[in-house]
């Protein structure tokens, strides 16, 4: 295998991860996460002899958000069929209602809001680049910051809805 | 703890233990193909183009040109005429051979839109999709230099039916994101058959009016596109309508 191409088996191993779950957050489905990191890794692939000397994760990284905003048009629901994820601490309930907490909470956000939501607050980004990234406004960013903070104080938290939901 | 950090925690909570399942093997054949139409639409010559358009689509497209130079001229006959004259076919050296650029039937569309001092045009081209015989041109997205010469960039086509039947056809979205460094963003485009004087877009309930052009060789096919203020290149419409002169529907 040609160095480059070792260099990025072991690019797409340690990134898929997240990527997956940035493209869960997004879609709130298993399955188009699988294809949508998927699809950023072979568009990574295509372009790794430019890229792999820079930063790779945030190439890979902004094509998942942006084939995902692109691309999506039905709103975000928990498929039933989906398994639960592997439970690896804490109380089972309580991960359930934080996971469906969190989803209710993306759910109610547009495709791009969702985008800039999972950005910034998953992948840590600063607003600055998240513009960049989504080739938005700052201002977008920073509106779309304190709308989701609006939503989410409407919802409450896992704590003040229990699990019963 | 406040609301965001709540938010931040539940996101890594959500965290699966995602399993080593990764088709490397796929991934990276794919990434070749991928890599390799780029370099082809790039150089402006393919012999076998997909390019992939609204639905998810997979549309395959054989420009027609003359024969590869490590095979013998094919007759005359069957060399479209959309192709270079069949007295200066390629010559292939013992260096880099390129294969011609699918010629522009008709006149070349200038959009208006500007990369510095190239121009983005449509222009028809002739393809040949095989086992579809009404199919016998695509809609090319290229610039223009001001020298004159064009470099291809995407094209689109019909993959099953008649190139001419009325209404719309296939729509070209650029699908490089980020935007490939060799090229800028093609604009959402396709082509109507039909008396359309207006085409107009939705994209999450806002209505953006594609700039139109009568191709010159067959003036009912409407030759749109979005420009890129309006509508982000690669941003995928939820409807498009095509009406004609008195605001009828087609």
């Known amino acids: ?165 | 703890m406040t609301e965001l950090e709540q938010l931040r925690r539940a996101m890594r909570a959500t965290e699966r233990p995602y399993p080593e399942d990764l088709d490397l093997t796929v991934i990276m054949r794919d990434g070749r193909r991928l890599r390799r139409r780029r370099r082809l639409a790039g150089a402006g010559a393919a012999a076998l183009v997909t390019v992939l358009v609204a639905g998810g689509v997979g549309l395959g497209v054989r420009w027609t040109r003359p024969p590869a130079p490590d095979r013998p001229p094919a007759r005359v006959a069957t060399v479209p005429d959309a192709t270079p004259p069949a007295t200066s076919p390629p010559t292939p050296g013992p260096t880099r051979w390129r294969p011609p650029s699918p010629q522009p039937i008709g006149e070349v569309v200038d959009t208006g839109i500007r990369y510095g001092v190239d121009q983005r045009v449509f222009y028809l081209v002739a393809v040949d999709v095989p086992e579809e015989p009404r199919v016998r041109v695509g809609l090319m997205a290229g610039r223009r230099s001001p020298a004159g010469g064009l470099t291809n960039d995407m094209v689109i086509n019909d993959v099953q039916g008649s190139d001419r039947r009325p209404g719309f056809h296939e729509i070209g979205y650029d699908e490089a994101t980020p935007p490939d460094d060799d090229r800028p963003p093609v604009p959402t485009f396709g082509y109507f058959v039909g008396p359309a004087t207006r085409i107009v877009g939705t994209v999450r309930g806002r209505q953006v009016d594609a700039r139109l052009a009568r191709w010159s060789t067959d003036p009912e096919l409407v030759i749109f596109w979005f420009d890129p203020v309006d509508l982000t290149p690669g941003v995928r419409l939820d409807g498009i309508v095509a009406r004609d002169a008195a605001g009828r529907r087609l």
Request: glycine share 8%; no cysteine; hydrophobic share 40%.
């Open chain 1, 1 to 165: 295998m040609a160095r480059g191409d070792a260099e990025f088996v072991e690019f797409a191993r340690s990134a898929s991860g997240r990527l997956r779950h940035a493209a869960f957050l997004m879609t709130g489905n298993h399955h188009q996460a699988e294809d949508a990191a998927q699809t950023a890794l072979v568009r990574t692939y295509a372009s790794w002899s430019r890229i792999r000397e820079e930063d790779a994760y945030g190439y890979a990284r902004t094509v998942l958000v942006n084939h995902l905003v692109d691309g999506w048009r039905r709103p975000i629901r928990e498929y039933p069929t989906d398994n639960l994820p592997e439970q690896r601490r804490g109380d089972v309930a309580d991960d359930v209602a934080t996971r469906r907490w969190l989803l209710d909470i993306l759910g109610a956000l547009s495709p791009r809001e969702r985008a800039i939501v999972v950005l910034r607050y998953y992948f840590d980004l600063p607003e600055a680049q998240v513009a960049r990234e989504l080739g938005v406004s700052l201002g977008t960013v920073k509106s779309t910051g304190s709308r989701a903070l609006q939503k989410l104080r409407a919802t409450g938290t896992p704590a003040t809805q229990g699990t019963g939901r």
